[in-house]
Structures are given as C-alpha cells and as structure tokens.
C-alpha cells in the first residue's frame, strides 16, 4: 500500500506506539553474540551455540519490529511530529557512534604517537627490550613473531572505490525518489546493496589473506587489535547498513514512499553516508600512513 502524504499532513496527535518486545529482545540477543564471541575468543567452541542462538533471535526481533513499524508508517500513523522525532532519533544515533569510532581512532592515534615512541625512548625500556624499533607499525616490544602490515593499495583501495561509488548510487536513488521516478530509484538502490555486498566480500577475503599469508591476527599486539576492532567492527556496520538498504529496496518495489515523506529512506541514507565517511578514515590512517 503506497503511502498517502495527505494522510500524513493532517495527523494531529501524537502516534504513541503499543508496548512491544522487540528492544529487551534485541538486548538479550546481543548479550548471548557478545557471550559467545567471549568463549570463542577463549577456545571454547560452546560459544558459537550462543552466537548462532543470539543471531536467530535477532533476526527474529529484526523482521518483526521492522515489520510493526512499516505497518505504522503505512497505516497514516506517522505524521510531522512523529518524523521530527525520528530525525532527532536518527542524529543521535549517528552521533553516537561517531564517538563509538573516536574511541578506537584515539586509541590508534595515542598508540602511534605515544605509547610506542616512549617505549623505545626510555633507557629503562632498552634494557627489557633490546634492539625495539620505536616505529609503526609495531606490535609493541614484547611480540616476537614476525608479522607483515596490510598495505593499502590492493583490496582496501578497491573497496574504498566501491564505498565511494555506493555513496553517489544512494544519492542517485534519493533524487530520484524527490523525482518520484520508481524505475531509477530501485536500480540505483540495488546497485547499492550490491557495491556493499561486493566490499564485505573483498573484507572477508583480505581477513584470509592476512591471517594465513601476513601472520596478522587480533593478537599480533597493538597494531593487530587496533586494526582488527576498527575494521572489523566497521565491516559489521556495512553488513547491517546492507540489511536496512535491503529492507527499504523491498519496500520501494511495493510503492512505498512518496516524494514528500520518505524518511525511512533518509534515515538509511544518512547511516550509509557515515560508513563511508568511517571507512575514509580507516584507509587513511589505519591503511595508508
């Protein structure tokens, strides 16, 4: 059902939706994926139970929230207050994981221009650790295995383009939508999932070739955590820009939205244009220098 925009202007209440399940759910399921990615992390095979249990349910909770919102949305329940809201929701939400990245890239930034200099700079430290080359990438003076640092011109280059080349597809998909051309808006939405499912592909691959080729796991000291926990848990933030970018191309093959009210789209856009910002970031400090 196509949504009325002559609906949505004349709601004059506030739609205040029915208690639901669905975030203590989504809250359980993350805690049993967190849960089991600690017994993983620590040999004991148990926890891939609990991380496939926790992916189920929220899968689960996922398809039904999705599903009462939409309901929501197309039934004229949302109006000017409402959208308001979700943009305000939306920005803050962003916001807060930008200072979710910041977190890490100060740890990155602090471990480059800190913490090993000072290692190697200490006269005390010389002695515990003879012949450390203060320089980065390093996996800090107490980790002897050899290891070799991902470089940037190869798979992170081309999956830079991609994300880029995804970042003008979506904004080609949202014009067309003001323009209310279904036929563009859907192929330039697809070809969007598509360029993100292209890059998680190429991530997944990189991650073979450093752990078998490159010796470079999350242990190979700080270069290895810091490289692993950003761009690991940004390839997580693509999976999950991927889901929504899927759910709305499923909703703009039903006639969903109109040109005047289409936050729905909006808010993914804005999700998306944030990972390919983060990524930018990555490339240039975590691959590049």
């Not at 993983?40 to 349910?57: E, T």
Request: with cysteine; charged share 10%; aromatic share 18%.
């Amino acid at each position: 059902m196509a949504q009325n925009a002559s609906t949505h202007g004349a709601q004059r209440h506030y739609a205040v939706p029915q208690p639901m399940p669905w975030p203590i759910m989504g809250s359980t399921a993350l805690f049993l994926m967190a849960l089991g990615g600690v017994f993983v992390m620590n040999g004991n095979r148990a926890g891939w139970v609990s991380i496939g249990a926790g992916l189920i349910l929220l899968l689960y909770m996922m398809v039904r929230w999705f599903g009462a919102v939409i309901r929501e949305s197309e039934g004229g329940k949302y109006g000017q207050w409402e959208d308001l809201s979700f943009r305000w929701g939306m920005s803050w939400f962003i916001f807060s994981e930008v200072m979710f990245f910041g977190a890490f890239f100060g740890a990155l930034f602090w471990a480059r221009i800190f913490s090993v200099p000072d290692l190697g700079s200490i006269e005390s430290n010389a002695l515990m650790w003879p012949g450390f080359e203060p320089h980065w990438p390093s996996a800090g003076p107490a980790f002897e295995e050899q290891f070799t640092p991902m470089g940037a011109w190869g798979i992170p280059a081309i999956n830079t383009l991609l994300l880029l080349s995804s970042g003008v597809t979506v904004t080609m998909a949202h014009w067309a939508l003001k323009e209310n051309n279904r036929k563009q808006l859907i192929g330039f939405l697809a070809l969007t999932v598509l360029l993100g499912v292209l890059f998680l592909v190429l991530q997944a691959y990189e991650y073979g070739h450093a752990i078998r080729e490159l010796n470079l796991t999350l242990s190979t000291g700080i270069y290895g955590s810091t490289f692993y926990m950003l761009t690991g848990f940004h390839g997580f933030h693509v999976t999950c820009g991927v889901i929504m970018l899927t759910v709305i191309l499923v909703r703009c093959t039903r006639g969903h939205f109109t040109p005047d009210h289409h936050f729905g789209f909006e808010g993914v856009a804005w999700y998306w244009h944030f990972v390919d910002v983060v990524w930018l970031g990555l490339f240039i400090f975590v691959y590049w220098l």
